[in-house]
Nanobody, 115 residues
């Protein structure tokens, strides 16, 4: 099995930056893509960014140019660098990993952007 532990959320003013981290443990050699979803208050969970083992990335249109996802395969950690944050980025951010045929989720970390 695989476990994911997120860190790095918090309160930031609009225009600020945060870096989220997600460390995987367990059977990490079987992890394929990793990435981030978010769930804004009262809304459905939505994809933010993803990265595969080869480093190929995908971003939601809403964060393109402001966020960068990168991965340290030695540390089994994926990061989400978020810049120029907006109040509409406020959400619980969840890390995910594609592990065999399963989607593994972290516990979530709150990001709040004040105007």
């Amino acid at each position: 099995q695989v476990q994911l532990v997120e860190s790095g959320g918090g309160l930031v003013q609009a225009g600020g930056s945060l870096r989220l981290s997600c460390a995987a443990s367990g059977s990490t050699s079987s992890i394929n893509a990793m990435g981030w979803y978010r769930q804004p208050p009262g809304k459905q969970r939505e994809v933010v960014a993803a990265i595969n083992t080869g480093g190929r990335t995908n971003y939601a249109d809403s964060v393109k140019g402001r966020c960068t996802i990168f991965r340290d395969n030695v540390k089994n950690t994926v990061y989400l660098q978020m810049n120029s944050l907006k109040p509409e980025d406020t959400a619980v951010y969840y890390c995910f990993a594609d592990y065999l045929v399963y989607d593994i989720w972290g516990q979530g970390t709150q990001v709040t952007v004040s105007s």
